[in-house]
């Protein structure tokens, strides 16, 4: 009980600083906002890109090109030969060029070219969108030459495309959410919760605990509670407004979800717990702090989608509790997995907090 | 002018007798630079650091067809980029995909061969992994363009497809040397004719991006996100150097220095030039880790100068004038670490500003990140004078701006003593 003690005085120290206030509640939900927005919303597949067809001659061949690359799911603005180009951030980021001789060069077998022309705003996934329209484009063209006609009706070979899981497509706010979360309460336990334990040893008040009839143990449980309980409340907003505001669909298993939370929230304190036994001062331990756990949550999956790191930094990237957290999260919220499949993870994740906790433990100076 | 000095010299050297948290603040945005780069690349994108494709195949058809596409992905430039694993069953490709992080499964469905020959329609599947965001998209697109010429293929083999399939499924037919030779005479002008115009295709693409590029006339992607992060270190290093003032306030001693032969605003302007000397000492050596570790050229000198100055005018300004605000160093810390953080979002350290609604680029020109952003990236990218002087101007206004504000502010402030 006294542990617990401990913990509530930590919590309501907490709560009761509004810089803590903001960093802990308020500023993971305007990150998330802003990059869920950036993100988009919606179905990728299903978004419209934009694209200026620049058309410096009108033959059928030209016209037919267009057609090709409309029935794309593209928003194609055609700018005729002698039109004015139409200017502003309205105007699609990307234009290709059909360029006078396009029908005369097929007609000839002869190469021909279309400039494919990129504004600094245009996003890469855009582009490589509309590579892949355009060259799905020039086939469809170029075999309809050659073979008569090539219409996608007659096309024998269809794709069927879905994604695993039957869950809903991570984008927006599904896609920045789980890594936020994991991001934030790794941020919160590793600044806060270490420069409060520094704060506390500078201003005497570990000492005077050493002084209580509390064993080490017990002073050192308290600590991880308070932090844990200050994680808690954090990933119990996370929830809320996840569900309420952003719609976020958890998964199917509310106990695998708890148990990978929990895990997860005491290994961060723990760690957080053993950065503050490292450091003499608290602005130290805080910034030492911050810069691991941005080192941590960047390779471990919560910035970008760990797809895009090479196979051994992925793989490396492991030995941090981030990545399990997120390889969790995905495993539940994305493939809809139950508690089965995420206990490797709560495993690997309480043997790191263990670690954490021993190490702390040893090293935990009170005077 | 020599007692400011000597105030700014020796306010300096007791600054940097505890480099410990200025080198903190520095290790920030070089552990955030590090990581990408690490994660990226130093050049970002581009087809060399463009990511594996991560594939699982299940081929339930097995025949020399679905063989043949199977075995294509193992030829050497598909090889490189992607990263093939063959699975018997769906169940097990599944498996595959989702403990092994592959970034979709493509079926090739059974009968396909047959389909494909026989003029039928069939259709290839394709599993993305739902917990990845980018490669599934690529192996999508990708999956498009196969289908796309697997039915140009068959529309190639037109009328003929049944008599292939028959010899080299069924092995039939190949005793028949009057029809295998004007079906392979037939084969060849389809060929011939669709070869002429698709193999290379004839109308070829020529990308043109706006993007800046560096003096090396090539894409450096650090370019564009470093000097983002040099901007964000730069204001948080300010900022904790600012601190001090409300610290010296606690502990008496400029309360002591206004008994001294100095007026008020030559404390502060000694105060706010020594914040300004760290600044500019963490701007060099982050400027040099860009250099060294980074491969970032900086450009002339006398437009580095100009800029460098400038942006420590209005990073020192800025910070003076959020502590001319704040009572506490908890609320400048606060106040100053958020409005850091919110500037450095919409100003460019996280994301390119161009790809940002109109709307918030708007509110991005009224952050010093926006500027210095900007003018450092223009110098990474080779400009000079011509480049970065549309940025200048409005770091000097902010500059001029912030550090006549703040200076006044904190000014009064001491003469009252509240600061």
């Known amino acids: ?367 | 002018m020599r007692r400011i000095l000597v105030l700014v010299l020796k306010d300096l050297r007791r600054r940097l007798a505890d480099p410990a948290g200025f080198f903190l603040n520095l290790s920030i945005p070089l552990a955030m630079a590090g990581m990408m780069a690490l994660a990226f690349g130093n050049s970002g994108g581009g087809e060399q650091n463009a990511p594996q494709l991560r594939l699982v195949l299940v081929d339930l058809d097995e025949s020399p067809i679905s063989g043949m596409l199977a075995g294509a992905s193992q030829n050497p430039r598909a090889a490189g980029r992607m990263a093939v694993r063959r699975a018997a069953t769906r169940e097990e490709g599944l498996d595959v995909l989702r403990d092994e992080e592959f970034a979709a499964m493509l079926v090739i469905p059974r009968g396909f061969g047959q389909a494909l020959l026989g003029s039928e329609r069939t259709e290839l599947e394709l599993v993305k992994n739902p917990s990845e965001n980018i490669m599934p998209v690529v192996a999508q697109q990708g999956a498009e363009v196969l289908a796309l010429y697997l039915s140009a293929g068959a529309r190639v083999l037109g009328d003929e497809g049944p008599r292939l399939q028959k010899l080299l499924v069924d092995g039939a037919g190949w005793n028949d040397a009057a029809g295998l030779g004007s079906m392979i005479a037939t084969l060849y002008d389809r060929v011939d004719a669709a070869g002429n115009l698709l193999f290379p295709p004839i109308i070829e693409v020529t990308e043109q991006a706006e993007t800046k590029q560096d003096a090396g006339g090539g894409f450096n992607w650090m370019s564009w996100m470093f000097p983002g992060m040099v901007v964000m270190g730069l204001l948080f290093t300010s900022l904790t150097q600012m601190r001090d003032l409300l610290r010296e306030r606690d502990a008496g001693t400029l309360r002591r220095q206004l008994a001294s032969p100095l007026g008020a605003g030559q404390v502060i302007l000694a105060k706010v030039l020594s914040v300004a000397a760290v600044v500019a000492i963490a701007l060099v050596l982050l400027l040099t880790v860009g250099s060294l570790a980074f491969g970032l050229a900086w450009g002339a000198p006398a437009p580095l100068i100009a800029t460098s100055a400038l942006l420590v005018l209005a990073i020192t300004g800025f910070s003076a004038m959020v502590f001319a605000l704040v009572r506490t160093e908890r609320q400048g810390d606060a106040f100053g670490g958020v409005l850091t953080m919110l500037m450095s979002m919409v100003g460019g350290a996280f994301i390119p500003p161009q790809i940002l609604p109109e709307w918030l680029r708007g509110v991005s020109c009224f952050t010093v990140n926006h500027w210095g952003h900007e003018a450092l990236r223009a110098l990474a990218t080779g400009g000079g004078w011509a480049q970065v002087g549309a940025y200048l101007p409005a770091l000097a206004i902010m500059g001029v701006v912030f550090t006549g504000l703040g200076m006044t502010l904190l000014g009064r402030r001491h003469l009252r003593g509240t600061l």
């Not at chain 1, 702090?289 to 492991?318: D, F, K």
Request: hydrophobic share 50%; charged share 15%.
């Open chain 1, 1 to 367: 009980m006294r542990p617990l003690t401990l913990a509530r005085g930590d919590l309501r120290l907490t709560m009761r600083d509004r810089s803590s206030i903001f960093w802990i509640f308020i500023a993971p939900f305007i990150w998330v906002y802003f990059f869920g927005f950036l993100a988009g919303g919606g179905d990728p597949s299903a978004t419209r890109i934009g694209l200026t067809v620049i058309q410096q001659e009108s033959t059928e061949p030209a016209e037919r090109f267009i057609e090709h690359l409309r029935a794309q799911n593209f928003d194609i603005r055609v700018v005729k030969s002698g039109e004015p180009m139409p200017s502003g951030d309205s105007v699609p980021p990307r234009s290709v060029t059909i360029p006078a001789g396009f029908a005369d060069a097929i007609a000839n077998r002869l190469k021909v070219q279309l400039d494919l022309h990129e504004e600094e705003r245009a996003s890469p996934e855009g582009t490589l969108a509309v590579r892949v329209a355009l060259h799905k484009a020039i086939v469809r063209l170029l075999a309809g030459e050659a073979l008569g006609g090539f219409d996608p009706a007659d096309d024998r070979v269809g794709l069927i495309s879905s994604w695993a899981g039957g869950r809903k497509i991570p984008t927006g706010y599904y896609q920045t959410i789980p890594g936020n979360l994991v991001m934030f309460v790794l941020l919160s336990t590793m600044t806060y919760g270490s420069a409060l334990l520094a704060i506390e040893r500078r201003n005497g008040i570990l000492r005077r605990l050493a002084a209580s009839p509390l064993t080490r143990t017990e002073i050192l449980a308290g600590k991880l509670m308070g932090r844990g309980a200050v994680a808690s409340v954090q990933v119990g907003v996370f929830l809320l407004i996840g569900l309420t505001l952003f719609r976020i669909d958890w998964g199917r298993s509310p106990g695998g979800l708890a148990a990978l939370l929990l895990t997860y929230i005491l290994c961060s304190a723990a760690i957080g717990l053993l950065s503050g036994t490292l450091f003499e001062s608290p602005q130290a331990s805080a910034g030492i702090g911050v810069t691991l756990s941005l080192i941590m949550a960047g390779l471990g999956g919560c910035w970008w989608p760990s797809e895009v790191m090479p196979a051994w930094l992925r793989t490396a990237s492991y030995v941090f509790p981030a990545a399990w957290a997120v390889n969790g999260l995905h495993q539940l919220v994305s493939w809809g997995g139950s508690l089965k499949d995420i206990l490797p993870h709560c495993a690997v994740l309480a043997l790191m907090g263990l670690a954490a906790g021993a190490v702390a433990v040893r090293r935990l100076r009170l005077d």
